[in-house]
């Protein structure tokens, strides 16, 4: 059973084009993380949302935590080729420190 | 040097071969993980140390041997792998690990391919 549901798992679009990206599942979550992994790297966090509702915004990206806990999204407005990359939501279901991650949505922007 | 860093970069080893992947972090963290990343599967994690202590297997095989002589350095002996094993092995660490909220620095990653 998959805890965290992304969605989609592939997305490939022009330059300018606007996205969004789930987060989805059945239990609750004290907050939930967004990482951003380039070919070749490792994950970086790109923002963790921790309140029922909130949205958050970093440049382009706007991300946003459901009321209830259980779902975020990622909006990106005027999708970039620099864009390009793996998004991963991860969160701690248990709260004991041990994330878990969804599957990833792999993001190519074309120029 | 800064963040996490993690050698070698990539790996090629027979079945019978016995190897070690080395990380080292920077960032003065008391947390270290290992993850495995493998295509169109979700991050797996693997071990969890706490200031140089285990605190979760996650049920991964005995060929995969964690190490954790201080809390900047972290090794993941392996031997007898299976081709299942190829894949992206990656290492983290974290401020502190019993807080799932706190960010992860990841390291770049080691390339396995067992033959």
């Known amino acids: 059973t998959q805890l965290l549901e992304q969605s989609p798992q592939f997305l490939s679009i022009q330059e300018g084009e606007n996205l969004t990206v789930y987060c989805n599942s059945s239990?609750?979550?004290?907050?939930l993380q967004w990482y951003r992994q380039e070919p070749g790297e490792g994950p970086v966090l790109l923002v963790t949302?921790?309140?029922?509702?909130e949205v958050k915004k970093l440049k382009r990206l706007t991300f946003q935590f459901g009321d209830a806990r259980k779902d975020s999204s990622l909006h990106i407005t005027a999708a970039q080729p620099g864009d390009t990359g793996l998004y991963l939501c991860?969160?701690?279901?248990?709260?004991?420190?041990?994330?878990?991650f969804g599957q990833g949505t792999t993001l190519q922007v074309k120029p | 040097e800064t963040g996490v860093t993690q050698t070698p970069r990539h790996l090629v080893m027979g079945m019978t071969n016995k190897k070690s992947l080395k990380c080292e972090q920077h960032?003065?963290?008391?947390?270290m993980y290992w993850y495995k990343q493998s295509a169109k599967k979700p991050l797996e994690l693997m071990f969890v140390?706490?200031?140089?202590?285990?605190?979760e297997n996650n049920s991964v095989p005995s060929r995969f041997s964690p190490e954790c002589p201080n809390s900047s350095h972290l090794f993941l002996h392996l031997h007898t792998l299976q081709p299942e094993d190829s894949a992206l092995y990656l290492c983290?660490?974290?401020?502190?690990?019993?807080?799932?909220?706190?960010?992860?620095?990841f390291g770049p990653g080691t390339r396995l391919t067992v033959t």
């Open positions: 983290a660490s974290s401020q502190d690990a019993h807080r799932g909220a706190y960010e992860q620095y």
């Open positions: 239990s609750v979550f004290s907050s």
């Open positions: 949302v921790v309140t029922g509702g």
């Open positions: 991860a969160g701690d279901p248990s709260n004991t420190g041990k994330l878990i």
């Open positions: 960032l003065g963290h008391n947390a």
């Open positions: 140390y706490s200031l140089e202590e285990r605190v």
